[in-house]
Every structure is written in C-alpha cells, then in structure tokens.
C-alpha cells in the first residue's frame, strides 16, 4: 500500500510587486497558484515545466525557505502522525527541517568559497545534536565516499572542485542528517551531459540505499521519462497534468504536456512526430490569462477556455489514476 | 559481479581528479596579487615604518614631545633636531612621531569602530529585510546626509573639545558608508544556495549571517576601511588646522600643521609645518596604495 509522506493542499505563493517611492504593493507574482499534490514515500515524483512556472519556489515552499502564502503543506510521519508544516513557529519546524532536503542547481553558488567542506556541513550537525568533532567528521566522511569522493577532500575549499564533485558535495549536505524527502532542483542541470548521467545513476543508487523519496525538478521531460515514477506537469503556478511517467508519454491528456513532449528530440527517425510549437512567450505571471492560462498559447483552444477555469479532474488511462486539467478531454472523469 | 560500471566510471574519474594537482589555498592566491602588485607593496612597506616608528617613538628620540625649551627655540632643522624646533623649542622630529600615534589612532579606529557598526547593522538588516531594513536605511540617510563640520561645530560647542568627541563624530558620520557596504553585499549573497542550504537546517540568524555570509562580504568593506582611515586622517588634520580637531595641547599631526596659519611662521620657518605637512601625504598616499591593492586581488571577477 502505497503512504502519502507529503500533502500539499491549495498551495499558493504570490510575491508582492513593489513599485514607485514608496514601495507600495502593485500587484502580485502567482508564483504557485493553488497546487495539490501527494507525494508517496519511496517514489520519485518528477516536477516537470517551463522555466518560470514555479518549479522552484514550489520546491522552497515545501521546505518552508519562501513563506506559502496559503495553503497547507502536510507531512506524514512513518507512523502515519500528520503535522501541518506551514503554520508551525519557527522552532517547531527543527524536526522537520531534518526530513525534508534540497541539492539545488548551481553547483557555483551551492558552496560556501569562505569555509572548508567541513567547515560548512558542521553547523547543521552541531546543531541537530552530533556534539563530538570525530563524529562530525566520520559522518562527513562516510558520505564523502558515499558519493565517490575521498574523506580526505572535506577539508578542500569548494573552488578546488569541478562542477560535477561540487554536486556530489551538494548531495552530501542534503544527506547528512538521514532526511526521508529531497528535493532535487534541477539537481543535474547544469552539468556536462556524461557528467548529467553519472550524477543521477548515483542519485537512483542512493535512494535504494537509503529509502529515499525524491521530488525531482526538472525543465527536461527527456530525463524524466527514465527516472520518475510519476510527473506532475505545472504551468503558470498550476498542476496541468499529474500521472505515472509512462502514460504521459503514451497516453498524454493535456494539450501542454503533449507540446512538451514533441520538444523533446528523438534519435529514432521513425518515431519523430511533428512537433507543436508553441506561440508566444510565457505570460507574466503577474496577469495570468483569465479562463485556461495555457489558451492564449494553445493549439486546441476554444470559446469555453477563454472564459472558464479549468479545474485539475481524475481519469483513468491504463488503469492508473491520471489528473489533468482540460475542457477538451473525453474520458469519463473518476470521482 | 565485482564491481559496477558505474563504480569503474566513478573510479576513473577519481584517479583524473587525483593527478590533477590541486592549487593551493585562497588565502595565499590574494597574498600573491597583491605582493604583485608593486605600488601596494611599497605602501606597506612605508605605512609599516611610519606605524613603528609612531609606536616606539620613545626609543627613536631623546626629547620629550611637550617639553618646552625656551633657550632653543625655532631653531632650524640640524644634527640634534632633524626637523627643527618650533616657536616654544619643543622638537618637531619628536612631535610628528608622537602626533602620529594620536592621529593614525584616530584615524584607524574611526575607521575600524564605523566599520564594526556599519558592519554589525548591515549584515543583519541586509540579510534579514523588511521595516528593520528600511529603518536603518533611513536613520543612514540621515547621518550621512548631515554636514560632518557643522556636526563638530555642534558638539564642540556643546561639550568641548575632546579627541573622543572627535572619534565620536566620525563614527557617526562613517558608520553609514560602511553600512550600506555591508547591506548591499548581504542583499546579494542571500541568495546564494549555500545561504538557502543553511536555512533549509533551520540555522539561527546569527549563526548564518554573521559566521557563513560575513566573511564573503569582508573584501569590499576591508578596502573601505582603508580608504576611511586615509580620509579621517586628513579630515583630523583639516579640523585640527582649524582648531575645531583634537585639544591643541595634545601633539597630532593636525595640530602641528596648526601653527602655519600664522603667516611668520608660513613665511619663515618652513620646518615648522612642512615636514609633518609630507609625512601625512605620504602616509594617506600609502593607505590608498594598499587600499587599491587589496580592492585588486580580492576583486572575485579578476580571479583566474
Ligand atoms: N523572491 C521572489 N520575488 C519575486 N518574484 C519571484 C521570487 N522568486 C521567484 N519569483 C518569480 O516567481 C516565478 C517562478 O519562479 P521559479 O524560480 O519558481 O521558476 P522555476 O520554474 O523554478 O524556473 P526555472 O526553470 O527558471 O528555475 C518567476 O516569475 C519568478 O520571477
Ligand atoms: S482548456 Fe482549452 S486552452 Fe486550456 S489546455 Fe485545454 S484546450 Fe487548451
Ligand atoms: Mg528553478
């Protein structure tokens, strides 16, 4: 039976527009616009979308590093305790903060240049209870070689490592204090294609290992397919399209996820479709469209989309749950 | 099977790695740019000297700096008084030693004390935001928009002349330049994901901003500091000269150069006021030769 570890409930985060003098408030970012969302221990849930639709910040609002502007972020412990995150005081997150990770995109700016490895990953153990410095530094070690690299680089300063190693120690940092959920922020990006594949065999090696949930953030629907166990697709702070990685592949509902996919490029000739090419930029996220914030782009719009909100419903495709939020679809809707 | 593929890839990677001979620490790559560059070094260098000579000042003259010696007054400079002596016999060589004392501490500290207010307000409303930010920056606005002579005109008549009251006003008038220093780079490194990464631990405040983000913001402001040092040092001299500064009786380099307003002695006795009026040129000259130096090789976008 598969548990919820994660339940995020009408999840918003609007950041205020400030302009003129006086900093007053103009408008707002939706950068997360009401999104629901399970995350099941054990699984990888990819996080697919264009940049700028609120990938990260959805990642950050789980984690408490941006306040939610409302909603409820609800973790579930292994013995089925369900503690809201959002409304907790500061020090009451501690124990979480332990379950709950992120290695973050840019392996420049993911290391302290001032502090030694040690130096920057001790805090956090001091701080979660590992008094003794040999513990500290045995625990350091050990993930060191967890992920390939030597004990001894520890005392190394960040700039005597490669991109790909300063991810390695990234992953160590998520790891040293046994979380159960990491968020995984493009976590390969920015990395060299060889260097891509190796950093996420290892990611796949280390969730066996240590039972591990992943939410794995990508804007690259080609890794995705391999890696997650199900995809959720956001547009424009929206869920679009949420269901197991094979079936948004084979089975895809949402007119934007199948624009996605097309992009994605394929070595097979054979099976090259045509590709949708999307119009337009993305719109602000300050004035998203009224009706379906995707018609203004899409191919299959109608009269209904440009006055209607779509709602994210429940169908069925291969027997697996499937959500997606569409006038167009002719399945019937599972309530 | 022994061993993964992944595992060999990873193995080969590491032996790559290890040839690889890596460089040495930080530290000793900005202590190289700077001994490269040539103009900083031979700032240092006289910068040091004028700093001993200040402090072991006893050991380098015989004289007494306030002792007055009617029977060798305004002589000119000679064997036993290398810079002279001024109209009340007192010998200028061991003044400007002693005034250096004074004024490079007044100088220094100023400089050092604004910087640890500037610097202590800065990183924390800088890193932290909202109206304790905007507070700040307003209270910053207005010191440093305020006329730093009718501050001393103010409390001079207020409370006397005094070389704290002095320091006092510099810090006042200092702390703001350092602050925004300070704000300006917190704004930006907070978000860096190594600061995200340590809120994600639930770290204090405290611990984030004033242990892991302050020592990447340390380069610009430590520059800073030495250019203040240079101009609080020339703005004592200047108050000094005016006899708004530092008690006359008390030997700065500001109130040595206070006996040129007189113009017998501008005229006639040159040695009066033209040696201490090199010493505090060569000095500030030397302090921004460092300060430029520093600014270079701890520029992050001038690192190789
Ligand atoms: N601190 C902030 N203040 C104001 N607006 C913000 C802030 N952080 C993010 N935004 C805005 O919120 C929107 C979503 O940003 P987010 O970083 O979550 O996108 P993303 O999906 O992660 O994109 P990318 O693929 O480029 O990383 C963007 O329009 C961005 O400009
Ligand atoms: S609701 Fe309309 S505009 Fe929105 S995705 Fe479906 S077809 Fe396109
Ligand atoms: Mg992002």
């Known amino acids: ?335 | 099977m022994a061993k993964s593929s992944l595992d060999k890839k990873f193995d080969q990677i590491r032996k790559r790695e290890e040839e690889k001979t890596f460089s040495t620490k930080k530290r000793s790559r900005i202590v190289n740019k700077f001994l490269n560059n040539r103009l900083a070094v031979l700032g240092l260098i006289i910068f040091t000297i004028i700093i001993l000579a200040s402090i072991f000042a006893p050991l380098l003259s015989p004289y007494d700096p306030m002792r007055v010696d009617l029977r060798s007054m305004r002589q000119p400079p000679s064997f036993d008084h290398w810079f002279g002596t001024d109209s009340t016999g007192r010998d200028v060589f061991t003044r400007v030693l002693f005034g250096g004392r004074v004024s490079i501490f007044i100088g220094l500290g100023s400089a050092i004390l604004s910087a640890v207010v500037g610097i202590a307000v800065g990183c924390y409303a800088g890193y932290k935001g909202g109206w304790i930010d905007v507070i700040a920056l307003r209270i910053s606005e207005i010191f440093m928009s305020f006329p730093q002579i009718i501050l001393v005109l103010l409390l001079v008549s207020i409370t006397g002349q005094s070389l704290f009251n002095l320091m006092a006003i510099f810090i006042l008038t200092g702390w703001g330049g350092m602050y925004r220093l300070a704000r300006a780079r917190m704004l930006s490194l907070r978000e860096e994901e190594y600061v995200q990464a340590l809120r994600s631990f639930g770290l204090s405040t405290f611990t984030i901003c004033y242990k892991h983000m302050l020592p990447n913001a340390l380069s610009p402001i430590m520059v800073n500091i030495t250019l203040s040092t240079a101009m609080f040092i020339l703005t004592e001299a200047g108050l000094s000269f005016l006899g708004l500064g530092v008690p006359l009786n008390i030997p700065t380099w500001g109130n040595i150069l206070n006996v040129a307003q007189d113009i017998l002695i501008l005229q006639n006795y040159w040695w009066m006021w033209g040696p201490v009026g090199i010493v505090i040129s060569v000095f500030v000259l030397c302090v921004n030769f460092i300060g430029d130096g520093l600014r270079d090789s701890t520029d992050p976008s001038q690192q190789g």
Request: aromatic residues 6%; negative net charge.
């Open chain 1, 1 to 335: 039976m598969k548990k919820e570890i994660l339940k995020l409930r009408g999840v918003k985060v609007h950041f205020p527009v400030q302009a003129g003098v006086f900093n007053r408030v103009v408008g707002h970012v939706l950068a997360v616009d009401g999104v629901d969302l399970d995350i099941f221990r054990g699984e990888v849930l990819g996080l697919a979308g264009e940049s700028g639709c609120g990938k990260t910040t959805l990642g950050k609002a789980i984690l408490r590093l941006v306040e939610p502007t409302d909603g409820e972020v609800k973790y579930i412990s292994q013995d089925d305790d369900e503690t809201e995150l959002t409304s907790l005081e500061k020090k009451d997150m501690d124990p979480f903060r332990k379950k709950l990770q992120i290695v973050f995109q840019d392996p420049h700016s993911s290391l302290n240049p001032s502090f030694t490895i040690f130096g920057s990953l001790q805090d956090p153990l001091k701080k979660f209870g590992i008094k003794s410095k040999e513990e500290r530094r045995k625990i350091i070690g050990d993930l060191l070689e967890a992920v390939n690299m030597r004990r001894e680089y520890m005392d190394r300063y960040p700039h005597e490592f490669s991109g790909g190693q300063r991810q390695r120690i990234g992953i160590v940092r998520a790891l040293c204090l046994e979380p159960e959920l990491i968020v995984c922020d493009e976590a390969v990006s920015a990395l060299d294609v060889s260097i891509q594949a190796q950093v996420l065999k290892l990611l796949m090696q280390l969730k066996k290992e240590k039972n591990l949930t992943y939410l794995f953030i990508t804007h690259d629907l080609s890794v995705t397919e391999y890696l997650c166990d199900r995809i959720a697709v956001m547009y424009l702070g929206r869920i679009v399209e949420l269901c197991v990685s094979e079936d948004l592949y084979n089975n895809t509902l949402h007119p934007y996820s199948e624009a996605l996919i097309s992009a994605i490029p394929v070595a097979d000739l054979d099976k090259q479709t045509k590709r949708i090419v999307l119009e337009g930029d993305v719109p602000s996220p300050v004035n998203p469209p009224k009706g379906c914030p995707f018609h203004p782009r899409c191919p299959k719009a109608t009269d209904i989309c440009k006055t209607e909100v779509p709602t994210l419903k429940k169908y069925s495709t291969n027997g697996n749950e499937h959500y997606a939020s569409c006038h167009l679809i002719d399945l019937p809707e599972i309530t």
